[in-house]
């Protein structure tokens, strides 16, 4: 089993930056993709960023219109840890976060191509 845990949220005003950090352990897994995705209340599950394997010829990262520009999603040498730099922060960027984890080199964007979760990091941002 893999286990994944996120950290870096928080409370920011409107124009501020967060950087989310997720931790994987547990069974060694290779050449994975990583995203993030983020859940507001009452509202459905969303993609946010992921980012596949460095070696693999479709490895790139990918973005929800709404944060290009503003949020970078990248991972470590180790390529067991993957980070989302979040700047400009708005309110409408009010979440819990989520670190996804696919058995795949591929990035995905759609939730149901990822196979392990963390738990979600909360980041709030007011105005």
């Known amino acids: 089993q893999v286990q994944l845990v996120e950290s870096g949220g928080g409370f920011v005003l409107t124009g501020g930056s967060l950087r989310l950090s997720c931790a994987a352990s547990?069974?060694?897994?290779?050449?994975?993709?990583m995203g993030w995705f983020r859940q507001a209340p009452g509202l459905e599950r969303e993609f946010v960023a992921a980012?596949?394997?460095?070696?693999?010829?479709?490895?790139?990262?990918r973005y929800t219109d709404s944060v290009k520009g503003r949020f970078t999603i990248s991972r470590d040498s180790a390529q067991n840890s993957v980070h989302l730099q979040m700047n400009s922060l708005k309110p409408e960027d009010t979440a819990v976060y989520y670190c996804?984890?696919?058995?795949?080199?591929?990035?995905?964007?759609?939730?149901?191509?990822?196979?392990?979760w963390g738990q979600g990091t909360q980041v709030t941002v007011s105005s």
């Open positions: 980012i596949g394997w460095p070696d693999v010829a479709q490895f790139t990262a």
């Open positions: 547990g069974r060694t897994f290779s050449r994975a993709a």
């Open positions: 996804a984890a696919r058995a795949s080199p591929i990035v995905a964007t759609h939730e149901s191509k990822y196979d392990y």
